[in-house]
């Protein structure tokens, strides 16, 4: 269940599927059976607005249904050019997080994860999005799972911020090994985190008027 009231979106729906082939994940070395990809749209709202509210573990239960809770377990490294704090994600930082894996609000489970990637996307970088204002700033962040051996479930997650025609592009990708046990379930969850952090900006734009943003993820 939601964490507040949901509101009608003014933005783009979300979308959340699993794609016929895996997507390639760029600069990841563990082979994947299948890739969940989820997008959305968040009108007026710069990348990094978006980047930083994802990495500010203390804004997750206001708006982070399928994840509302973290706790560090090894801090991560500052990156230069890059807002830091102590609660912010950052390469290197291993967490704890809650999953609410089956949309009702009640953890199912804990899992650890490790960021492994967080910087600015260069002219002729690979990565998944397609979609980019040309001259457009984008950024990348990145996280595995740890603490399952890897013919059970290895998961990698990915999420790219995009700045658009008037916005942001927000999307990303989970690869994972285990289709058949939670592919369904994952397209439902990822959905969710996609609409999760837009209707937070549009609570954000409804309350103060000047919010612009694009996401998907």
């Not at 082979?31 to 203390?58: D, E, K, Q, W, Y």
């Not at 089956?102 to 002219?123: A, F």
Request: aromatic share 8%; glycine share 10%; proline share 7%.
């Amino acid at each position: 269940m939601p964490l507040y009231p949901t509101t009608p979106s003014s933005s783009q729906p979300t979308s959340s599927c699993i794609p016929p082939a895996p997507i390639p994940i760029p600069n990841n070395d563990q082979t994947h059976t299948f890739t969940v990809l989820a997008r959305t749209t968040i009108p007026n709202t710069p990348p990094l607005a978006i980047l930083n509210l994802i990495r500010n573990l203390s804004t997750w239960k206001q708006w982070n249904t399928f994840c509302p809770h973290a706790v560090i377990k090894t801090p991560g490294t500052a990156v230069n050019g890059f807002e830091n704090h102590d609660d912010w994600l950052t390469p290197g930082m291993v967490l704890t997080i809650d999953v609410h894996m089956n949309g009702d609000g009640k953890k199912s489970r804990t899992q650890d994860i490790e960021v492994t990637m967080l910087q600015e996307i260069k002219e002729g970088d690979r990565y998944v999005s397609p979609v980019r204002k040309q001259g457009g700033r984008g950024y990348v962040i990145a996280w595995k799972s740890l603490g399952w051996k890897g013919w059970q479930l290895r998961s990698v997650r990915i999420m790219e911020f995009w700045e658009g025609e008037g916005g942001t592009e927000f999307g990303g990708i989970l690869g994972s090994t285990v289709r058949r046990m939670v592919g369904s379930t994952l397209v439902d969850r990822f959905g969710d985190y996609a609409r999760d952090v837009r209707e937070f900006f549009e609570k954000r734009e409804v309350a103060d008027g000047d919010v612009d943003r694009v996401v998907e993820g």
